[in-house]
Nanobody
Framework: QVRLVESGGGLVEPGGSLRLTCAAS????????MGWFRQAPGKEREGVSC????????NYADSVKGRFTISRDNSKNMVLLQMNSLIPEDTAEYYCATVEGCGPLWYNRPHDRWGPGTQVTVSS
């Protein structure tokens, strides 16, 4: 069965770090460009970061540049999101999905493969 599952979310204090993982089953993740998205209550879905399947080109939302790093481990069929210097505005449900590419406006072209999400809460 084709499936994506996110993990690694939780409660963290401002300035802390979390590492999210997106694990694929039922398909080979390294054939696809992958994106991380997030959505907070009352806000629209936001594209966080993207990584290509071929050369590892990345893209980031301005709000997370310099703090988040996306990577992939093809041997484990996983995509990772290292989140450092977390702030309360990062609080959201985080999702991974396959995407068409990582060029301009990449976040407007997700496929229908989504994980169920993992909650990240940044609070004192």
């Amino acid at each position: 069965q084709v499936r994506l599952v996110e993990s690694g979310g939780g409660l963290v204090e401002p300035g802390g770090s979390l590492r999210l993982t997106c694990a694929a089953s039922g398909f080979i993740m390294d054939y696809y460009h992958m994106g991380w998205f997030r959505q907070a209550p009352g806000k629209e879905r936001e594209g966080v970061s993207c990584i290509t399947s071929n050369d590892g080109t990345t893209n980031y939302a301005d709000s997370v540049k310099g703090r988040f790093t996306i990577s992939r481990d093809n041997s484990k069929n996983m995509v990772l999101l290292q989140m450092n210097s977390l702030i309360p505005e990062d609080t959201a449900e985080y999702y991974c999905a396959t995407v068409e590419g990582c060029g301009p406006l990449w976040y407007n072209r997700p496929h229908d493969r989504w994980g169920p999400g993992t909650q990240v809460t940044v609070s004192s």
